[in-house]
């Protein structure tokens, strides 16, 4: 069994972990650390939890565990791990956006399992991909990979609320939100960063834009992006294109048809559609935020590192409705 | 032309009572006192009213006005009262229940045009009713006005997060509320007191309780209540019973088919439906929270005071989806 | 592994099955039978399950299974009984109401496992309780099995959209439903047959009405109710009561607080909270009205009836959001 | 007073045309058409006009009105018109898009206020713009109308489930629409015709390419549209360009802040924001897409065709939440 320890454990990406890793046939829980909560039962913050897990938040760390999870929120990971003396032997996890480019990556290799399968594998540290960055590259990189990226990108993608965290703000009141669209930081999220690093990756000296809106979704999760851009590529030769970038990955699926986003709420999958118009070529990506866009995703890592089979403890019950 | 202040400008009352107030054809806008906003544009806070409305919040009092609406929340009205020198020509109708209750009325009349018309049009201070009392008084008064009431009387009632206010809390996030369901205060909800005091102010005597299981929906506006007790009374003499208690009622439509909370959405009705099974009478009973609920009313009751018709700037274009 | 058949295998509580079934580690799909549907991949029509399930729609029937789920819905499965000719050793797992009361069971048992465990377990055909029945049920039964019923039970219980199955209605329509509130068959609902008949089975003689108002809730899955009647029996002692009622219960949970519906949903279980106030008890208690409500409990009667753990393949990832 | 009729008078639009009209003091409804409700209350179908408005839908046609709105869906306008004899001096309003594209306009004239404000007042047949175009179009034309359009213009507009009126469909279910989001017509929407026409209107030769994905959102009322292209011009010389653009218009606001869409819901209302990220433009738009997307503007048409203020009527309470 591998034995886990989470770090920020009362946030939504550390109560979607465990929610996972409580039905994962190959983990223990070692400890859930949380300052804020320490003594307080885990199912009295993640109450859905109850009946499902025993045992309370603790501020008290040990690392004498296999792997932890960071789920502390962007800028505390760094930290955490500099001023912690973390054995060699216990492999990291982490979340946030701290350690994703490569320029201050620090031996961290980028999880996200449809580029990097091998190095994840191998690897000892791994920075989980973020949840927008995962729909858009999954998206992208197959045009990438095969050094069909000529012009601009265009973005367009619409985010659950979980997908800003537990604290209130005027952008997460119901009041506000119910019935509400409105975009953030057009063109220049910070996941940017890791998309454009992964594309070059593939398609080196590739010198157009990603031109990303991001906008606030109405739903609590889920993540629907809409992804264009020039390509004078037959709609068959890239839809196979697309097929053959997958053909390994578990929870990629690339359909013949446009997916709606709650065909992968409460799972791992991301759905792919791609269709040309003309010399477009349109690419249609959703994903559960929360999941493949996040703890579904470290945990994919997890198996990869420990050798299990990348599906183990992932065959989640989608929603449905 | 009427001239208003408004304290407690920033809130959700005050918010909505703006929107009515900017199409009522008798008023003129004199003031909107607000301390955490003063030199802030009215518009800044009450978003959706811009082009509607010009002017700043202010932090200055002003009591040349005929009568000022006090937004100001629970408990913070009678110190306002109490702590400034309002003259007595100046009108106040007061959206808090801190003068709702005989006992520290201090001259307040309860204003709910449907039971205290005549009361009302001569009144100077009105406390208005709650958001839940109302949608519950139009259901059980006309009972009590034939003194039908014999037994206990049971309500589950439904509300929009907005009748929570603005300030951010755990059960108005975003995240938690959207497609949830919880309930509160249960049998103990602060507005018992008023609906009791009406009951017995048309039905001395009394003696059943009145059970009330407040319900928080996931939606913004509206609440639905459904009442039912002991009656013996046929059901087309209750049903006549109704038409005639609101036969007068400008806002009080008494169906023949059970409502949908949607049919009163941006509106000042009250949409009422009865009908027996066997010795129960069920009442359904569904208005906006924050028109007929709170702000609507309000300016009715304004409209009452100062012998203008009813629905003058109360002929509000319902929202219809 | 168990040979399972799915009859009615389009509809919302199969699709909700298959769900389940995929992850179930006992069990083999044999064959999931649609005559509208024929010959149609089984995730053209549950979309989510692309990359879980292959194979198509059947109108032909086989036999050679262990067991049969029936999601026909009602009125259809007795027809559907009725006009094939089963074999002995094939168990029957019926989801509508055709069978679910006494007088016209046939040799079914009614699959409450809280209610009625031993019996599953040797059953060969189980009528599987209604979702409203379930939620109702599970709050009401601890006090009939003490006997404590001496008067009417009101019951509010509102329910997702799911509950009323995929074919279009108007009040189903989104522009409708979204932000609604309204009830239905008050006093009447069609599950009070089966609620009224297990109370009599644990209190014999009670001669009360359970006064049941079903509310048309905007979200699509989940059921919340509130229960109460009158009670002189101590606080203590009643929630001593609960936990003794459901100490074996593999899916009902006795909570120190009164839940929130999203606790639940996704998953199998029920959450129940005693409160006194006065003389008066309340109980609330929710579920997923298509799992333990519908599909979850059907094969935890499965689980029983072939003598696995209740628990085989219904650990499933709460959505928590 | 101008008598009005109206033609398909129990869709949406149709709805919402009413409920504007019974507040407007320049209106009489002198008849309101429907085959399919001959014969029944008007409020009957649009319930929540219950207490607004008397009368029933008739199938009888008269034409001594003054003007006739038009709401039968498009394709069924043109052939009503080509088989009634409208006498000459009937003003028309057509809510479709039988007549908005110039090559088979037969007279009408394009109805958006903002592009063609003297046409409008002399002509005597409107084609009123779809909801998307208004929102799109009142987001680029100023840009065109400065000549500064240069290549493809990128727009990703939501909108609500009300743009797809009332029949019910697999993508208007509630179960399958609450909490999703999917796209349809990505580059082909029916309505880049009249937004492609308008543009050469103002700037014509623009060569470029309005490439245009429709989302459907999870709400029911309203559009945010996010528009974006190359431009060189400074930002403050763009804004300014606007805001001369709009100096006159009476229902478009230029703000200094990006809008939400709910700023806009249940008004006539368009909100505007323009800003510059390098050599990209970007402008973000919001409409509520059955008032100033369909019939709002439709009566601010009717106001401006027969002399009256284009705000009489429109000042509608915004829903706020």
Not at 245 to 250: G, L, M, N, P, S
């Amino acid at each position: 069994m591998i034995k886990v320890g989470i770090i920020g454990g009362a946030g939504y990406t550390a109560g979607e972990l465990l929610r996972i890793l409580v039905g994962h046939p190959e983990t223990d829980i070692a400890f859930v650390h949380s300052t804020s909560n320490a003594g307080n039962p885990i199912h009295s913050v993640h109450k859905d939890l109850v009946g499902d897990i025993e045992g309370d938040f603790t501020d008290q760390l040990q690392f004498d565990v296999d792997v932890i999870f960071i789920c502390s929120g962007h800028g505390h990971s760094r930290s955490f791990v500099e001023s912690n003396d973390i054995p060699s032997h216990v492999k990291i996890i982490d979340l946030s956006n701290d350690y994703r480019l490569k320029d201050h990556a620090d031996g961290f290799v980028y999880g996200l399992p449809e580029l990097n399968l091998e190095a994840i594998k191998t690897a000892n540290k791994i920075a989980n991909p973020g949840c927008f960055a995962t729909a858009i590259q999954l998206a992208i990189l197959p045009l990438a990979a095969k050094g069909w990226l000529t012009e601009d990108v265009h973005v367009n993608a619409i985010t659950g609320s979980t997908g800003a965290g537990q604290n209130p703000s005027a952008t997460s009141h119901f009041s506000w939100r119910n019935n509400n669209i409105s975009i953030y930081k057009a063109f220049s999220h910070q996941h940017l960063g890791e998309i454009n690093q992964s594309i070059q990756q593939l398609q080196d000296g590739y010198a157009g834009d990603v031109k990303f809106i991001p906008v606030r979704g109405n739903f609590t999760k889920g993540i629907f992006a809409s992804v264009y851009t020039h390509c004078t590529v037959d709609e068959k030769e890239v839809v196979a294109a697309y097929k053959e970038f997958y053909k390994d990955a578990k929870y990629v699926h690339v359909l013949d048809y446009a997916p709606d986003m709650k065909q992968v709420v409460n799972t791992n999958k991301c759905l792919i559609h791609v269709e040309k118009h003309g010399d477009t070529v349109l690419v249609t990506s959703c994903i559960d935020n929360l999941i493949k866009g996040a703890s579904g995703q470290a945990v994919q890592n997890m198996n990869l590192m420990f050798g299990l089979d990348q599906k183990v403890g992932l065959q989640l019950k989608s929603l449905g409705f």
